[in-house]
């Protein structure tokens, strides 16, 4: 007996279409570091010499090139993109949890902002039976 076909979940949709615009975002920021981490201005803002500008974008860059390919592929139905990215943003959620205690004003705001998001992607990846239906049939 044949399964039946589930289609994609609205939730995983919407988190390709986010995951597009955050790895996009990621490599962009990335660059504008790299490009600019000659840019006195910059070092004394970010309180980091030109090298560890050009390490945090290098890191950005790549960071986002991951986003954007398991955000595109998510939507295949892979059990191991599914994974990958739910790993990904339970990184996040623990930077996040980090941040509520560590951080404070604004950046603690990001924080729970950070956290709050991460809850709810990985809310959305492994919360339902027609998510898990949708990754199972693949």
Request: hydrophobic share 50%; charged share 10%; with cysteine.
């Amino acid at each position: 007996m044949q399964s039946e076909h589930v289609r994609r979940p609205g939730g995983i949709t919407l988190l390709m279409v986010l995951g597009v615009i955050n790895g996009v975002a990621g490599i962009g920021s990335g660059l504008f570091l790299v490009i600019d981490s000659d840019d006195q201005q910059l070092q004394d803002v970010a309180n980091m010499s030109s090298s560890q500008l050009t390490g945090a974008g290098t890191g950005s860059v790549i960071a986002g090139v991951i986003v954007l390919v398991c955000a595109l592929a998510l939507g295949g139905g892979s059990s191991f993109v599914r994974w990958t990215y739910g790993i990904i943003t339970m990184v996040n959620v623990s930077f996040g949890i980090w941040g509520l205690f560590a951080l404070h004003g604004e950046q603690q705001l990001t924080a729970a902002f950070s956290l709050a998001f991460g809850l709810m992607i990985l809310w959305i990846l492994f919360g339902s039976e027609r998510t898990d239906r949708f990754f199972e049939q693949h």
